[in-house]
């Protein structure tokens, strides 16, 4: 049950940070709005709070002596895989301070960047919100008390990060992976609508003609074999010729 729950858990956060760094492209582009940094500081706000449960929960875990030696492996998995996710959202987090600061909405003259991002990001924040419909508060001043309230936040994460370091002490080089690389590219149950699903479909049509494309290899090269004896015979009766004469 706990595995399940750590799983389902460490997925959320994983949308979410993943919502969050396809919000944060937009930024400093034609797309930029103010609605967009709103729908960014809510991305970032529900990505802590479910980094902040997926780090209670692990760390309970971590720290219970009686689990199993193959429960503990799972745990260091999911665990590895939070940090990594926790780096991810820093990382994002600081390049959209660095932006928005570059961006400010409140200086008309400061053009933003035609990088032929264009309409609303709204479906990808309420995606991340889990909500159908994005409700957007009407303050104007969101932008500069966005950037205050994000400089805290980076600094809380780091903190963060540093507390699961000293409180669990899981060495990543340690834990091993469940699958090889690119495992799930070879799996024939996604097979469908996916992308891997129409690779896989891809890669076994040229499979039917392969009698064919023998024969036909076959076939060109005695044709060349034949046009080479050719070549030779004529060749030998033409210095036969010149011999002779």
Avoid at 123 to 137: H, I, L, P
Avoid at 212 to 222: D, I, L, V
């Amino acid at each position: 049950m706990g595995k399940d729950e750590c799983k389902t858990m460490l997925d959320a956060l994983n949308k979410v940070t993943a919502c969050y760094r396809h919000l944060v492209i937009a930024l400093g582009s034609t797309s930029d709005s103010q609605n967009l940094r709103e729908e960014l500081r809510k991305t970032r706000r529900k990505a802590q709070e479910l980094a902040a449960a997926n780090r209670t929960k692990l760390t309970a875990l971590l720290k219970d002596k009686t689990i199993s030696k193959d429960d503990r492996a799972e745990y260091e998995r999911l665990w590895v895989l939070f940090s990594s996710n926790m780096d991810l959202l820093e990382v994002d987090m600081k390049r959209s301070l660095e932006i928005g600061q570059d961006f400010p909405l409140k200086l008309p003259t400061r053009h933003l960047i035609a990088t032929g991002m264009t309409g609303s990001t709204t479906t990808v924040a309420a995606r991340a919100m889990s909500v159908q419909n994005m409700k957007y508060e009407a303050d104007s001043n969101v932008d500069t008390a966005d950037l205050r309230e994000l400089r805290t936040e980076i600094t809380q994460v780091s903190q963060m990060m540093e507390e699961m370091e000293m409180k669990v002490q899981v060495a990543p080089w340690a834990v091993e992976a469940k699958q090889e690389p690119g495992a799930e590219l070879k799996s024939n149950m996604s097979v469908g609508n996916s992308s891997v699903g129409v690779i896989s479909i891809c890669e076994e049509e040229p499979k039917e003609d392969e009698g064919g494309e023998r024969e036909a290899g076959s076939g060109s090269f005695c044709a060349i074999l034949i046009f080479m004896v050719i070549l030779f015979v004529a060749g030998v009766l033409g210095y036969l010729v010149v011999s002779m004469s």
